[in-house]
């Protein structure tokens, strides 16, 4: 049986939905995100891959110390293991979808600075 499910019922506040596979048997997970300029999450990594698909907007990321900006229409794929942010950059918020490449998120929290 397919799951069907609004991405409303998902939702974390206006900025967020996320997406937990295990709880609908898919071996993936995701944000859909909306980030104004300068917003975004502190540095942070994943014991598995995470694939970001740039919809609207701009974002910088920091991955691993190396500055990657990218605009709409790209995809940027940050390796397991890699300290990673990214912020929304450019006047137009920036939308996009991190699937992270597990059933569950697991996500290490680092201190800035």
Avoid: C
Wanted: no cysteine; net charge negative.
């Amino acid at each position: 049986m397919a799951h069907v499910i609004s991405l409303s019922e998902l939702a974390l506040g206006r900025r967020a939905a996320q997406f937990e596979g295990a709880k609908y048997d898919s071996t993936i997970s995701f944000f859909v995100t909306r980030h104004e300029q300068g917003a975004g999450p502190s540095p942070h990594r994943h014991p598995y891959a995470e694939t970001f698909i740039v919809q609207a907007g701009a974002a910088a990321f920091t991955v691993d110390g190396e500055l990657v900006e990218v605009g709409a229409g790209n995809v940027v794929v940050v390796p397991a293991g890699a300290v990673h942010s990214f912020k929304g950059a450019g006047s137009e918020t920036l939308g996009m979808v991190s699937i992270h490449e597990a059933p569950e998120m697991v996500t290490e929290w680092l201190e800035e600075g």
